[in-house]
């Protein structure tokens, strides 16, 4: 019976995708090294090409067998070209390995395109292609026909300039300069062009005079002195120059940066798991099943004298389920490496593009986040180290001139911080130009002339849709088009972005996220008629106040005081347009919240306890709300809002966002339609 083998097509994808990326890391560890040291050619570490000959290997091995001809095809000619470098027969100079990152990308192509059906652009990758093998001929050669030390660099050489002048009287001597050049042309790859510039006017010219020079280009392994033997019959009737070239490393066109990056996405729709993780989930299983066994013997002969048994196989099921519910979730939860692996290569490739000498650090890149948060953080990562290279990182000549390094650092860091997992990049470059910013402000209209702006309030300037400082628009910056997709993209995560910046030293972005996008523990409260849940890692602590402890200040924002500093006050019901069940203070209590650094008091009728909540996606199912995070459905079937906390102290912000209700007023409207009976929203949300 044949065997269908696509069935084992995803895992050939995945796996080839996962060989590449370490093929890429182990490359640009190579190319770090070579450029540490100073030199074109590094002693590479024998384990770290066998690891990359590995890769190729395997990915040669499994193409064929599928039957992927151009991806067999392609990784054998670079199989090859990595058995030479892990042999010694060739050493792994910086060019070569220009070569071969750009081979992973052309490999990564094919394979992608194996596995969705798209064109691939099959020129440049012949190009690439070519430029390997004949990297391969020039070892040859320089094997066959050792040559002197100071003739090596013209023995290895495979691009030529030559500049060929002849002199006015050269047809006198009865040479041909087209013969010369067909002769040429006969060394390899011939390119060439005429400068007519010397040539007179047609009633001036004398035809027995060449007025002409040649410039060419030839590809092709030879020496200087194969060449030089071509003009040997006109050597003192010319100005003749010969110099060597080095080969350029072809590029893919139009290869976007971010698109090489995110299609490293090895694990779309899948989702790998430790053993030791399954084997903990398995056990949790088996305490159910006894469980649920206990449970149904007591049900089948049930007694009064059955309930102090009824009652302790229940706790003991709520103990496993919340076991295996924490088990479930570690399942989800992957190192933030999967998100970090990506940036070396955007880093390499677009200071190459800016001219910038820059350096990544990484830290943390073990702290472990739910993947549903991985997957919807790379574009926002992309977004901010791009941020830092292009408008960050200055060049080299600016950096020397302000007293540092010519190599720019941009580092990354990784922790987590009670229930949110932290990622701060920062970059040690000349910082955010406010000046300019608030120019760009006015200019666009955002504030008046005469407005008076914190750092702060100027540095969030720029999460202002469309608002960019570029004095040019290219493929990397200057569109307008980045930073408040950041903010967006986060905010929809349930996590904030901040920034802060030192004229001169640096700027710094602050990422806050949950670990989960599933489960949130927190705290419900009562607001009137409706409850609400907290999440407890924005929860300080409950307290009691009483009229007289309130103060408002000019401005007519409410505080109080707690412990040396004042916290503002804000009244869930005036923010939602509810009706509370006392407005007065003595009969309600405050929860004092904190995030990103801000702690303010909000004040609801009552607390009704602690619980474990699952998430539902609001904008799924009905639409974003400010002030609200996501909703959830309470044991008896109801719906509550899930409160997001950042929000909350945004909307009490706003002026047109307080007061909704004068004193003594009960007539009060419900907010945007989130307190519809609850039966409306409930059921698509069961889904």
């Not at 989702?271 to 949790?284: Q, T, Y």
């Not at 402000?441 to 469309?466: N, Q």
């Not at 007061?659 to 519809?676: A, M, Q």
Request: glycine letters at 8%; one cysteine or more.
């Amino acid at each position: 019976m044949a065997i269908d083998m696509s069935q084992f097509h995803q895992t050939f994808f995945e796996e080839s995708l996962e060989g590449l990326a370490d093929m890429e890391a182990e490359l640009l560890r190579l190319e770090k090294a070579a450029m540490d040291n100073g030199q074109d050619t590094v002693m590479a570490d024998p384990e770290i090409l066998n690891t990359i000959f590995r890769a190729a290997h395997s990915i040669k091995g499994g193409s064929s067998t599928f039957g992927f001809t151009e991806v067999a095809g392609f990784s054998h000619v670079l199989e090859s070209r990595l058995d030479a470098l892990r042999e010694g027969r060739s050493l792994p100079k910086r060019r070569v390995i220009g070569l071969l990152l750009l081979s992973v990308d052309c490999l990564r192509s094919l394979i992608i395109a194996a596995r969705t059906g798209k064109e691939v652009d099959k020129n440049a990758i012949d190009a690439v292609r070519e430029q390997i093998e004949k990297l391969e001929s020039e070892d040859t050669a320089a094997r066959v026909s050792p040559q002197a030390p100071g003739h090596a660099r013209s023995s290895n050489t495979t691009h030529w300039r030559i500049v060929f002048q002849p002199n006015q009287r050269l047809f006198h001597t009865g040479n041909d300069p087209l013969r010369i050049l067909r002769e040429l042309a006969n060394l390899g790859g011939l390119k060439t062009t005429v400068d007519i510039s010397a040539l007179p006017s047609w009633e001036q010219a004398d035809p027995e005079k060449c007025y002409l020079t040649w410039s060419a280009e030839l590809v092709g392994t030879l020496t200087r002195e194969t060449i030089s033997e071509v003009f040997s019959w006109v050597a003192d009737e010319c100005r003749l120059e010969i110099t060597p070239q080095p080969m350029p490393v072809p590029t893919l066109p139009q290869r976007a940066i971010t698109e090489i990056v995110t299609s490293m996405d090895t694990h779309a729709g899948t989702l790998r798991v430790s053993v030791p993780k399954v084997d903990a989930l398995i056990n949790m299983v088996g305490e159910l099943v006894i469980t649920q066994s206990m449970l149904s013997q007591v049900s089948a002969n049930f007694t009064l004298e059955s309930l102090p048994k009824l009652f302790a196989g229940l706790s003991q099921l709520e103990r496993n389920t919340r076991e295996l519910q924490e088990s479930v979730m570690r399942i989800r939860m992957l190192p933030l490496s999967f998100a970090f692996n990506r940036l070396p290569r955007l880093v390499h490739d677009m200071s190459q593009k800016l001219e910038k000498k820059v350096e990544l650090i990484m830290h943390g890149e073990q702290t472990e986040i739910d993947k549903t948060v991985i997957d919807r953080l790379i574009d926002p990562l992309l977004h901010l180290v791009r941020n830092c290279l292009d408008h960050g990182i200055e060049s080299a000549p600016e950096r020397v001139a302000a007293g540092k390094s010519e190599t720019g650092v941009i580092e990354l860091k990784a922790y987590q911080k009670g229930g949110n997992v932290m990622i701060e990049i920062r970059d040690d470059g000349r910082g955010l130009r406010y000046d300019r910013i608030y120019a760009k402000a006015v200019a666009r209209g955002l504030i008046s002339a005469d407005t008076k702006l914190s750092s702060d309030e100027i540095a969030e300037m720029i999460f202002v849709p469309g608002f960019s400082t570029a004095e040019a628009i290219s493929d990397i910056s200057g569109r307008g088009v980045g930073m408040d997709v950041v903010r967006s993209n986060i905010t929809s995560l349930g996590g904030t972005v901040d920034v802060t910046s030192s004229d001169g030293k640096g700027t710094r972005f602050t990422v806050r996220l949950p670990l989960t996008l599933a489960i949130v523990d927190g705290l419900s409260v009562q607001v009137g008629d409706h409850i609400y849940i907290l999440p407890l890692v924005s929860i300080i602590e409950s307290i009691r106040l009483t009229n007289d402890q309130v103060n408002r200040p000019a401005g007519g924002v409410e505080v109080f005081p707690l412990r040396q500093e004042y916290v503002r006050l804000i009244r869930l019901h005036e923010l939602f347009r509810i009706k509370p069940r006392s407005t007065d203070l003595c009969q309600g209590t405050v929860v004092v919240v904190e995030v990103d650094d801000k702690k303010v008091g909000l004040y609801v009728d009552d607390l009704l306890g602690q619980q474990q909540v699952v998430i539902k996606n609001l904008e799924a199912h009905y639409r974003r709300v400010e002030g609200i995070s996501a909703a959830t459905i309470l044991g008896d079937g109801t719906v509550a809002m899930i409160l997001d906390v950042s929000g909350l102290i945004r909307m009490s912000q706003i002026p047109a966002a307080r007061g909704f209700t004068e004193p003594g007023n009960n007539s009060v409207t419900p907010v945007l339609g989130l307190h519809e009976r609850p039966g409306i929203v409930q059921h698509p949300m069961r889904g």
